[in-house]
């Protein structure tokens, strides 16, 4: 079983940038589509971005797109989400998420998930 453990969450102003780390263990991380969600307080989570497993195709929440960007280093088993122009509802915990998938798009439903890592953005 693929195990994903993510890290980079903090406190950031608005207007700030964090950058996520996810390192895919046990697994081989060429054969996984991977996604970012986050859950805030109250609410469901939610989808963030996604990408596949090439690295050439990816998606995005229209609530992130242009200050989001996913990618991924596949020779270092890791997928990465840079959020730039924070805004205090972009606070949440954020979990990677992985996806045995061979389609070149990345899927919309994943079925393994990392512990999540807290995002807080200040006003």
């Known amino acids: 079983q693929v195990q994903l453990v993510e890290s980079g969450g903090g406190l950031v102003q608005a207007g700030g940038s964090l950058k996520l780390s996810c390192v895919v263990s046990?697994?081989?991380?060429?054969?996984?589509?991977m996604g970012w969600f986050r859950q805030a307080p109250g609410k469901e989570r939610e989808f963030v971005a996604a990408?596949?497993?090439?690295?050439?195709?990816?998606n995005y929440a229209d609530s992130v797109k242009g200050r989001f960007t996913i990618n991924r280093d596949n020779a270092k088993n890791t997928v990465y989400l840079q959020m730039n122009s924070l805004k205090p509802e972009d606070t949440a915990i954020y979990y990677c998420?992985?996806?045995?998938?061979?389609?070149?798009?990345?899927?919309?439903?994943?079925?393994?998930w990392g512990q999540g890592t807290q995002v807080t953005v200040s006003s």
């Open positions: 998420a992985a996806r045995l998938w061979l389609g070149l798009g990345p899927p919309t439903e994943f079925d393994t």
């Open positions: 046990r697994g081989n991380f060429n054969y996984y589509a």
């Open positions: 990408i596949s497993r090439s690295g050439a195709n990816t």
